[in-house]
């Protein structure tokens, strides 16, 4: 089938248009750095929080959950490193006052100081820290300053003892935790790619030294499975292993998948072999032992290695709609219903996931088509939609990603059969009412994009 290519400026719109999401703070102009999830977009971004915490936590014995504070002990980000080493290196233009991060920066016009966008003189390079500052109490000094987390991995580590002593869990063992990151990012780009406030879906797993370089492949493989079963182009995804220079100060290896958005090839997720850096540090920092005490090997002792993925839930929400869009040539009338634009959303994270729709209005279809939704309603996500010619209608579920439709006739009204319609492949079949959930239960199951 002829396609049209997908462009960011495109994703933008139909995530306005439809409701995914919209700039924050729109009315006054917007605020850089920061946007907000309408009513698709929340679906979506929880469908995907929720595939993961079950990956994580229901279909692995070993790893539990947590929901840590944003505000924590500012000794924490001395301990982690951030206060000293969470850096970027900046230029100002000292014409236009545009800002760059020097290392994404053409080499010989920050060589020759000169800026990209007006030709002015640069600044020298400064190091500049991403963590946003406020502070707690009724005083602004510097006595009371405290931080946003940057990273969430930090409310697992100052945890871990909580959780090994009121868990019993025992190495090996994971931690996952969904939640709110902050970053002053010099450059804000590419939509939510790249944002102030973001969220993460991190899973730290605590493992005995030695054994670290095999959790570290066995959590490769999963993160990379984890895409797979979602349903997302595989050929669209690739590793990038960090080199020396590139590897943050804690880590003994780490890999980035990187998924090719419109602008590219960019990291969506992590994984890192962060040793114990971050638990010595805290051991350090805070004079309490973060030894782990294994009490089926003699009470041995040892500071556990951490192997951590990393990867951002709003990142993976621009991700997954940016591999889902797809602009397809239908007819040949040669006007705008030639094309349709269609989501193509695994069942498992489409906002909705059935859409209930009576041909006509009138004569008890929709009262029928709604008593269908209410049926429905337990098990799945569901949409009601009764306006408009049904062709129509169907564009916009496909627009929204629905996989499935279920279209009520007069016919219905007879035998009680309705309309299954699919989304990929825009095929339409005939079924009893009665089957229709468990029908849909076991498209989902078997799902594979056509
Ligand atoms: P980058 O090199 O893109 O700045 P990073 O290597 O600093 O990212 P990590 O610290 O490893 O990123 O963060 C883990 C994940 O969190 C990233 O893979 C990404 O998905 C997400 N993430 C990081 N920074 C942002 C941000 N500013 N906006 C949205 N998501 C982010």
């Known amino acids: 089938m002829e396609n049209r290519a997908v462009s960011m400026e495109k994703i933008v719109s139909l995530c306005k248009r439809r409701g995914f999401v919209f700039q924050s703070s729109e009315i006054y102009g917007g605020q850089n750095g920061a946007w907000d999830y309408g009513p698709l977009g929340i679906e979506l971004k929880n469908n995907i929080a929720q595939a993961w915490r079950r990956e994580m ?38 014409k236009c006052n545009a800002r760059f991060r020097a290392d994404q920066m053409d080499e010989e016009k920050l060589a020759k100081k000169e800026c990209p966008e007006c030709g002015g003189e640069l600044t020298d390079t400064r190091k500049f820290n991403l963590m946003f500052k406020t502070h707690i109490g009724p005083t602004d000094d510097n006595s009371n300053t405290i931080f946003l987390r940057p990273e969430t991995a930090q409310g697992i ?10 868990s019993r869990m025992k190495i090996p063992f994971g931690i996952a935790q969904i939640g709110k990151a902050f970053r002053n990012e010099i450059v804000t780009k590419n939509f939510i790619f790249r944002t102030c406030e973001f969220e ?16 570290f492949n066995y959590w490769r493989e999963q993160r990379w499975a984890f895409y797979k079963k979602h349903g997302v182009r595989m050929d669209k ?37 962060r040793t114990d850096f971050d638990l010595k540090r805290h051991t350090d920092y805070s004079g309490k032992d973060m030894q782990y005490i294994d009490q089926d090997n003699g009470n041995e002792r040892y500071i556990p290695y951490i192997i951590e993925t990393s990867a951002g839930l709003t990142r993976n929400v621009l991700m997954f709609i940016c591999d889902a869009y797809e602009e397809q040539k239908i007819g040949d009338k040669g006007n705008a219903d030639d094309w349709r634009t269609v989501l193509h959303f695994h069942p498992l994270i489409a906002p909705v996931t059935v859409a209930v729709l009576p041909l006509m209005k009138k004569d008890g279809l929709a009262e029928l088509a709604k ?45 009680n059969s309705v309309t299954l319609r699919f989304r990929d492949s825009m095929e339409q079949i005939r079924i009893p009412r009665s089957e229709i959930a468990a029908r849909i239960q076991s498209e989902i199951k078997n799902y594979t994009r056509t």
């Open 57 to 94: 936590t229901q279909l692995h014995d070993s790893i539990v959950g947590l929901d840590a504070s944003i505000l924590m002990h500012p000794r924490v980000w001395e301990a982690s490193g951030h206060v000293e080493n969470f850096t970027d290196p900046l230029v100002d233009c000292k």
């Open 237 to 273: 995804l690739r590793w990038h292993q960090h080199g020396k220079d590139e590897l943050a100060h804690y880590a003994k290896d780490a890999y980035d998948i990187e998924y090719e958005f419109p602008m590219g090839f960019k990291e969506l997720e992590g994984v890192h072999n």
């Open 157 to 166: 580590y100052v945890n871990y003892k909580n959780v090994v002593q009121s």
């Open 200 to 215: 993460q879906m991190e899973m730290q797993f605590f493992v005995k030294p030695g054994t670290d370089d095999e959790w």
């Open 371 to 415: 008593e269908i939704q209410a049926e429905l309603r337990e098990d799945f996500r569901t949409d009601y939609d009764q306006s408009g010619a049904i062709g129509k209608r169907y564009r916009r579920q496909d627009e929204a990603g629905t996989p499935f439709c279920i279209t009520v006739d007069y016919d219905s009204k007879e035998d």
